[in-house]
């Protein structure tokens, strides 16, 4: 079993910057792949980035090159930084940990980006 707990969110102008991040209980936290999913009111939850286990990761197209995925292992914690943010970056941002068949979900986190 795997709890994770998100922090970070908040109110930002266009523009701006923010950090996520994601503590996740457990020891075998290295193991899990990594994400980040969000969801606007009215739409789907859509995938924003992942990290696996070894490092690589993957980015939704709307946000490459602004945001960046990382993990520090140690801390068991992934983190989301969120730069150049526009108000269609506006959701709940949810982390997620995943592995084989099992798939673990924070509580969510606020994003408004707004002016």
């Known amino acids: 079993q795997v709890q994770l707990v998100e922090s970070g969110g908040g109110l930002v102008q266009p523009g701006g910057s923010l950090r996520l991040s994601c503590a996740a209980s457990?020891?075998?936290?290295?193991?899990?792949?990594m994400g980040w999913y969000r969801q606007a009111p009215g739409k789907q939850r859509e995938l924003v980035s992942f990290?696996?286990?070894?490092?690589?990761?993957n980015y939704a197209y709307s946000v490459k090159g602004r945001f960046t995925i990382s993990r520090d292992n140690a801390k068991n914690t992934v983190y989301l930084q969120m730069n150049s943010l526009k108000p269609e970056d506006t959701a709940v941002y949810y982390c997620?940990?995943?592995?084989?068949?099992?798939?673990?979900w924070g509580q969510g986190t606020q994003v408004t980006v707004s002016s």
């Open positions: 997620n940990a995943r592995r084989l068949t099992s798939a673990y």
């Open positions: 457990g020891s075998s936290f290295s193991i899990y792949t």
């Open positions: 990290i696996t286990s070894d490092g690589s990761t």
